[in-house]
C-alpha cells in the first residue's frame, strides 16, 4: 500500500502519548475508586481485563483515521479487454458491387463504423486500405474519431492485393514493415520472410479483413497468414458479397465479382480467428460479436481512502458501544 499525502502519517507520533494519557486516566480513576471504597461510598471491584478493549478499538480506529488522511492506494489486478484491432479495408475495384446494399464498399463502411462503436476504450484500432497495394491510412491509435475519419475516406479502386493488405496490416501491429518473399528465392521462385520468429508475439491483436476476398497480386495471402499466426494475430475475414457473385463496371469494363470463401476460411483456418459470412447487411452487425479481443490483467493503483476511513468509523462506533454497555462511559 502506498499513500498520495505520506507526510500525514506522521501524526501517528502523537499515539502514543494518546497511550500515556489514558494509562493515566485510568490509574486516577483507580486511585479514586480506592479513595471512595474506603468511605463506603462504592462497591471494591477488581479491573476487568474487557475494560481495556474498547480502548484498543479505539486506538486503533484513530490510527485508521491518520491513514485514512494519508491518502492510501492499494494496488489492484483489473481485468480487462485490451489489444489492438487492425481493420483491413478492401477498396478495390469490385467492391463497388451492388449485391450488397448500397455497394460492398458502402456496406464495410458501415459495419466498420458499427464496430468501432462498439470497442471498449482499451482496444486501439487502426486501419489499412488495400487495392493493388495495402497503406496504412491510420495508425493504430485510441482515437476513435480518427479511426471513423479514416473510414469514411475509403473509395472503390484498382485491383485486390489481399496479401497486400494483410501484409500492411501486420506491419502496422508489429510497428515496422513486414517483407514477404524477400529472401533467397532459389529454384522455387518464391519464399516468405525467414525472420517471421522476429517479428515477436502479439497475441493481443488481431486483423478484421473486410473483402469479397478476390486476390489478384502478391504476395499470397496464405504465405501472410502464416507469418500473422506465428506471431500470435489473429485474423477474421468477414467476406463481402456472395458466392454467386455479380457484374460490376470497372473502367468502362463489365467485370464479373465473386466472393472468394474458401481462401478466406483457409485465412482464419491457419491463424486461429474466425470467418464471418456477410451475404446481406444484416450479417455484417455481428462482425463485433465474432472478434475477441484478449482478456488481460492489469495492476492498477486505486485510493481506498473512503474503505480505511469506514472501517476506522466502524471501530471506533464499536468501542463506544462496548464502553457505555459496560462501564456506563464513552471512554
Known amino acids: 500500500m502506498t499513500f498520495l499525502w505520506p507526510w500525514m502519517l506522521l501524526a501517528l507520533a502523537a499515539l502514543p502519548l494518546v497511550v500515556v494519557w489514558y494509562r493515566r486516566l485510568l490509574r486516577a480513576r483507580a486511585a479514586r475508586r480506592a479513595e471512595l471504597a474506603e468511605l463506603g461510598l462504592v462497591a471494591t471491584r477488581a479491573p476487568s481485563r474487557r475494560s481495556t478493549v474498547p480502548a484498543i478499538l479505539m486506538l486503533v480506529a484513530v490510527g485508521l483515521?491518520?491513514?485514512?488522511l494519508a491518502r492510501p492506494?492499494?494496488?489492484v489486478p483489473q481485468p480487462r479487454r485490451e489489444g489492438t484491432v487492425i481493420l483491413a479495408m478492401d477498396v478495390s475495384g469490385s467492391m463497388a458491387a451492388t449485391d450488397l446494399r448500397p455497394s460492398r464498399i458502402e456496406a464495410a463502411k458501415a459495419a466498420a463504423r458499427a464496430f468501432v462503436a462498439q470497442q471498449p476504450?482499451?482496444?486501439r484500432i487502426g486501419v489499412v486500405a488495400f487495392g493493388g497495394t495495402g497503406v496504412v491510412t491510420q495508425e493504430v491509435t485510441p482515437d476513435r474519431t480518427a479511426v471513423l475519419a479514416a473510414v469514411d475516406r475509403?473509395?472503390?479502386?484498382?485491383a485486390t492485393a489481399l496479401g497486400g493488405g494483410m501484409q500492411a496490416a501486420l506491419g502496422?501491429?508489429?510497428?515496422?514493415?513486414v517483407l514477404v518473399g524477400a529472401g533467397d528465392t532459389g529454384s522455387t521462385g518464391s519464399s516468405v520472410e525467414p525472420r517471421?520468429?522476429?517479428l515477436g508475439y502479439h497475441g493481443s491483436a488481431v486483423i478484421v479483413l473486410l473483402t469479397d476476398g478476390e486476390n489478384t497480386g502478391d504476395p499470397d495471402p496464405l504465405d501472410v497468414a502464416d507469418l500473422a499466426s506465428a506471431a500470435g494475430v489473429k485474423v477474421y475475414p468477414v467476406g463481402l458479397g456472395s458466392p454467386e457473385g455479380t457484374v460490376v463496371e470497372i473502367d468502362g469494363f463489365q467485370v464479373a465479382t465473386a466472393l472468394d470463401e474458401r481462401l478466406l476460411r483457409e485465412i482464419a483456418e491457419r491463424t486461429d480467428g474466425r470467418y464471418v459470412?456477410?451475404?446481406d447487411e444484416q450479417s455484417l452487425a455481428g462482425i463485433a460479436d465474432a472478434v475477441d479481443p484478449a482478456w488481460t490483467?492489469?495492476?492498477e493503483r486505486v485510493e481506498v481512502t473512503g474503505l480505511v476511513a469506514a472501517v476506522a468509523g466502524l471501530l471506533l462506533l464499536t468501542g463506544v458501544a462496548l464502553s457505555l454497555a459496560w462501564t456506563g462511559r464513552a471512554v
Open 297 to 299: 490483467v492489469a495492476v
Open 73 to 75: 492506494e492499494a494496488v
Open 196 to 198: 517471421g520468429p522476429d
Open 154 to 158: 475509403l473509395s472503390p479502386q484498382g
Open 65 to 68: 483515521l491518520i491513514a485514512a
Open 277 to 279: 459470412p456477410a451475404p
Open 121 to 123: 476504450e482499451t482496444i
Open 172 to 177: 502496422a501491429i508489429v510497428g515496422r514493415p
